[in-house]
């Protein structure tokens, strides 16, 4: 099996390349050209998305935005990470928070940060194993009914 090379997406193309993964983790997504324009939106405000690519498909993902606050300082928060259903188990999901660790570094950024669901007992599991621990609870309120498409 090949070494997956990872990539910036910065295109429109790229973008819609990545759409069927991220719905994996994001099934709420539903309109490829609407996510498209979401995520070079999101990359006006610093927002990155990393493709890992394996014979030019795409079988995960991670973005991630570089942050600053009082608490924590500056830091890289991730947004998204997702490994394709059938490529799990095999270290990528690893892979790619290494790369944003390392991205991390390169800015000058004392932490590292994410947030995942109290159901999602398997991410939790990964988390714990890469050496993240949990900090605090998350808490949210909804302001506005979400807009349909």
């Not at 719905?23 to 610093?46: I, M, N, Y």
């Not at 095999?90 to 991205?103: F, I, V, Y």
């Amino acid at each position: 099996m090949t070494t997956p090379h990872l990539t910036d997406v910065t295109t429109e193309q790229d973008c819609l390349n990545c759409f069927g993964v991220m719905r994996e983790l994001r099934p709420h997504l539903s309109d490829a050209p609407a996510f498209a324009a979401q995520v070079l939106r999101q990359t006006g405000d610093g927002y990155r998305l990393v493709a890992a690519r394996r014979d030019d498909a795409v079988i995960g993902l991670i973005g991630y935005r570089i942050q600053e606050n009082l608490m924590n300082g500056q830091f890289l928060f991730v947004d998204d990470l997702v490994v394709r259903a059938d490529q799990r188990r095999g270290g990528l999901g690893a892979h790619l928070l290494d790369a944003a660790r390392h991205r991390a570094r390169e800015a000058g950024c004392r932490q590292l940060v994410l947030d995942t669901g109290l159901g999602m007992a398997l991410a939790q599991r990964f988390y714990f194993r890469q050496g993240l621990l949990t900090r605090g609870i998350g808490f949210y309120e909804q302001l506005a009914e979400e807009a349909t498409t």
